[in-house]
């Protein structure tokens, strides 16, 4: 999901992350869908320095988890909701992944402590893809964990989200499992329990506000609410005790009253959204992570709270089919700029920025003033760069809001432009751009300018070198089809 001032001096913010008794800890998302992404080095010393001990991973990258190595930070790696149907169905692929995902690096020092097996696979958009596959994937990683000697060490799990469990008074005690995957919910539950193993929940008090028009807005943060929640002798007045408790009061009525919890992402967008902005982000993570460092943990679950915010970095190849705000979950912007800061209200602390980080040139690529706006090569002009860039920062009360037309056409152009490395032939748009030194940026609005990558730390470019090896075998086929 998306989401970052300047070098800081000593991080106030590491107490609030250490939690008292060691059970408990702030960790963080790191995700990976950048076209220009950070060197996976930089990323784990932001993680150190900003005092991080817990990182969760959505695959088994090579730079990322050899990066990650002699770090000291748990390490959560992730097996993405495609691999589950293979891993499912055959106890061998399951070995060879563990194999190369965990015992390798394991061995070469990268402290790996959980397996995620899956993200979210029961979410009801899914329309039931992965409700086959998703426990016997589970079984044939514990069982290939168990081959490799390191059940001892690495727990599976399966982040699911929150739409997984339901109260239909909205009472947190009268919560259970969703009915149509009752039965396989407590299958896994078991499971967990008996492979000493947690149950990983994703809780996002933003999408609540997001989908309901009518939610109360005061209740999402922590800060007292004139809409609380009473549920017998208990109040809730934040939404994150209300859900956290709503799933605890599931597994307790099922008889697994004890299970670990960990909540494995929550956080707040930053753009994309009229909801979605700096201010509110700031609010609801320092506000949270102030809310559970007494470690008093919630009404049905007093102790520490195992939690990953989410994200650590903005990705720009998200899917925005839930909202624009996916690309915009970040504590940091793309090339490792803390959007704002975090403390304990001593004032002498915050999150630090990215070291060395270098950028292409300063340069932008805008709409030319000589041109009309009515130009009928307008429209798809930006239709397309929208849809081979990034624009999800344009719209109602985003932060490039408010631009006016050219100033949108501009942010269209210049964000393809940079994400094709500042190539002439990305400034082109049928002669409707040019290429400026004057930074076009306001007082909301960034015009970014993109950080160099190296060729085999570019997903993107992986990709063109993918698509040049298919033309190549597409010239192939059609030569020797057409000339023999």
């Given at each position: 999901m998306t989401s970052v001032a300047m070098d800081s001096s000593c991080f106030a913010i590491l107490s609030l992350i250490l939690m008292a008794g060691g059970a408990g800890g702030i960790g963080a998302n790191w995700g990976t869908q950048t076209s220009h992404p950070l060197p996976s080095s930089t990323v784990v010393q932001l993680l150190k320095d900003d005092g991080f001990q817990k990182v969760k991973l959505f695959d088994a990258e090579e730079g990322t988890m050899s990066a990650l190595r002699n770090s000291r930070i748990e390490v959560m790696v992730g097996i993405p909701n495609d691999m589950l149907a293979t891993l499912a169905g055959s106890m061998k692929a399951a070995q060879k992944w563990v194999s190369e995902n965990v015992s390798s690096y394991v061995s070469d020092g990268v402290n790996v402590r959980y397996v995620a097996v899956g993200n979210e696979p029961f979410l009801q958009t899914y329309n039931g893809s992965f409700i086959q596959s998703t426990l016997p994937a589970l079984q044939n990683i514990q069982g290939a964990l168990i081959q490799a000697g390191l059940s001892s060490q690495v727990k599976v799990t399966v982040p699911l989200n929150a739409d997984v469990y339901q109260s239909p008074s909205g009472r947190p005690s009268d919560g259970d499992f969703r009915d149509d995957i009752h039965d396989l919910m407590l299958s896994i539950i078991k499971f967990l329990s008996d492979n000493g193993?947690?149950?990983?929940?994703?809780?996002?008090?933003?999408?609540?506000?997001?989908?309901?028009?009518?939610?109360?807005?005061?209740?999402?943060?922590?800060?007292?609410?004139?809409?609380?929640?009473?549920?017998?002798?208990?109040?809730?007045?934040?939404?994150?005790?209300?859900?956290?408790?709503?799933l605890i009061w599931a597994l307790k009525k099922n008889g697994f009253g004890n299970l670990p919890v960990i909540v494995g992402e929550i956080g707040w967008p930053t753009d994309g959204d009229m909801n979605a902005n700096l201010q509110l982000a700031q609010k609801f993570t320092q506000g949270f992570m102030t809310h559970i460092s007494t470690g008093q943990g919630t009404p049905m679950r007093p102790g520490p709270i195992d939690a990953y915010l989410f994200s650590l970095i903005d990705e720009d190849e998200k899917s925005i089919q839930p909202g624009n705000f996916e690309r915009h979950w970040g504590l940091y912007t793309f090339d490792g700029y803390p959007k704002y800061q975090l403390s304990q209200g001593t004032g002498n602390g915050g999150l630090v920025r990215a070291k060395n980080i270098k950028y292409l040139e300063k340069k932008w690529c805008v709409f030319k003033p000589t041109m009309s706006i009515d130009d009928p090569n307008v429209a798809p002009s930006i239709s397309y760069a929208c849809a081979n860039a990034d624009c999800t920062s344009l719209g109602y009360k985003t932060s490039c809001g408010d631009l006016d037309a050219m100033g949108n056409i501009s942010y269209a152009f210049n964000s393809y432009y940079q994400k094709n490395d500042q190539e002439d032939v990305a400034c082109g748009f049928s002669n409707l751009a040019t290429i400026t030194n004057k930074d076009p940026s306001t007082s909301t609005c960034r015009f970014v300018i993109m950080i160099q990558t190296d060729f085999g730390n570019s997903s993107r470019l992986r990709r063109v070198r993918e698509q040049c090896i298919l033309l190549v075998l597409a010239c192939i086929l059609y030569i020797f089809f057409h000339v023999f």
């Open positions: 193993a947690p149950f990983t929940v994703n809780i996002y008090p933003f999408l609540s506000l997001y989908d309901d028009p009518n939610f109360p807005v005061d209740y999402a943060f922590f800060d007292g609410t004139s809409s609380s929640v009473v549920d017998g002798s208990t109040t809730y007045s934040n939404m994150f005790d209300a859900n956290h408790d709503t």
